[in-house]
Nanobody
């Protein structure tokens, strides 16, 4: 069973940067199209960034130009580089499949907390 392990979160000031990592156990070939999601307290989980076919990426409007998703197949790891962080980016960040390409999510990991202070 594939496990997702997110890391790299922390406390950062407004304008700072963080790089999140998501390592998947098992082969990356069966989970090529991954995405990052986030959930703030009292809010629904939202899609932040996703990997798409042909090397394309997609971003929520709120993070365009600030966040970059990428992957390293050799390491079975997906990254989210977050720059120019804002207090509204505060949330627990999770990785999982991009449901544009799959029928179901993998089991969710524990996520990684990102807190941006003003």
């Amino acid at each position: 069973q594939v496990q997702l392990v997110e890391s790299g979160g922390g406390l950062v000031q407004t304008g700072g940067s963080l790089r999140l990592s998501c390592t998947t156990s098992g082969s990356s070939n069966s989970n090529q199209f991954m995405a990052w999601y986030r959930q703030a307290p009292g809010k629904e989980r939202e899609l932040v960034a996703s990997l798409r076919s042909g090397g394309r990426t997609n971003y929520a409007d709120s993070v365009k130009g600030r966040f970059t998703i990428s992957r390293d197949n050799a390491k079975n790891t997906v990254y989210l580089q977050m720059n120019s962080l804002k207090p509204e980016d505060t949330a627990v960040y999770y990785c999982n499949r991009n449901l544009q390409y799959y029928n179901t999510y993998l089991n969710w990991g524990q996520g990684t907390q990102v807190t941006v202070s003003s």
